[in-house]
Nanobody, 123 residues
Framework: QVQLVESGGGLVQAGGSLRLSCAAS????????MGWFRQAPGKEREFVAT????????SYADSVKGRFTISRDNAKNAVYLQMYRLKPEDTAVYYC????????????????WGPGTQVTVSS
């Protein structure tokens, strides 16, 4: 089992940058595929980015491709989401999630979730 805690959210102006971090507990972090998802008020949770257990494979939602970068450091039990050129429509609660081995774009394939961190982008 793994426990996840996100950090790094906040308020930023449009065009700005933020780096989200997700710290994981446990000795088996290196076996988990990781994902970032987000949920805006009144909307369904949506996929943002995912990375495989060894960082060798990544995938992004079209809405963030070219602006966001997912990465991980297995030695630190952490996954990151670097966000550039933020837009007001990126405003949401951002969640990191873990699943065994492979990456996935589908939230129902993840077993563990963090409590989320709020990102607000002002226009």
């Amino acid at each position: 089992q793994v426990q996840l805690v996100e950090s790094g959210g906040g308020l930023v102006q449009a065009g700005g940058s933020l780096r989200l971090s997700c710290a994981a507990s446990g000795r088996t972090f290196h076996t988990y595929g990781m994902g970032w998802f987000r949920q805006a008020p009144g909307k369904e949770r949506e996929f943002v980015a995912t990375i495989s257990y060894n960082g060798g494979s990544t995938s992004y939602a079209d809405s963030v491709k070219g602006r966001f970068t997912i990465s991980r450091d297995n030695a630190k039990n952490a996954v990151y989401l670097q966000m550039y050129r933020l837009k007001p429509e990126d405003t949401a609660v951002y969640y990191c999630a873990a699943r065994n081995w492979g990456s996935s774009r589908y939230y129902n394939q993840y077993d563990y979730w963090g409590p989320g961190t709020q990102v607000t982008v002002s226009s």
